[in-house]
């Protein structure tokens, strides 16, 4: 059973930081691909960051230089660090694993980011 809880949202104001936590259960973060997705009101959702299960990372142009994700195999934690924040960072944020012996992803309920002065 895979299981993905996140937590470390709030609000906080523009240039802030805030570090989004994301519980897995036992054994996912070193067998799976692990990402970080936001999704604003009226707007698709969209790619913030990855890390594979091999460690190589990604991040989205839009938040590049301000966002750093990584991971923790022994706590079966990701993270998710967020510097400089900016208005256009609002947004419910999930956690997502892609289990190398699964053809289909897994998600977390969301940790709500507001950006606001």
């Known amino acids: 059973q895979v299981q993905l809880v996140e937590s470390g949202g709030g609000s906080v104001q523009p240039g802030g930081s805030l570090r989004l936590s994301c519980a897995t259960s036992?054994?996912?973060?070193?067998?799976?691909?692990m990402g970080w997705h936001r999704q604003a009101p009226g707007k698709q959702r969209e790619l913030v960051a990855s890390?594979?299960?091999?460690?190589?990372?990604n991040i989205a142009d839009s938040v590049k230089g301000r966002f750093t994700i990584s991971r923790d195999i022994a706590k079966n934690t990701v993270y998710l660090q967020m510097n400089s924040l900016k208005p256009e960072d609002t947004a419910l944020y999930y956690c997502n694993a892609r289990p190398r012996t699964s053809l289909y992803p897994f998600w977390g309920q969301g940790t709500q980011v507001t950006v606001s002065s």
């Open positions: 890390i594979t299960m091999y460690g190589f990372t």
């Open positions: 036992g054994g996912i973060v070193s067998n799976s691909d």
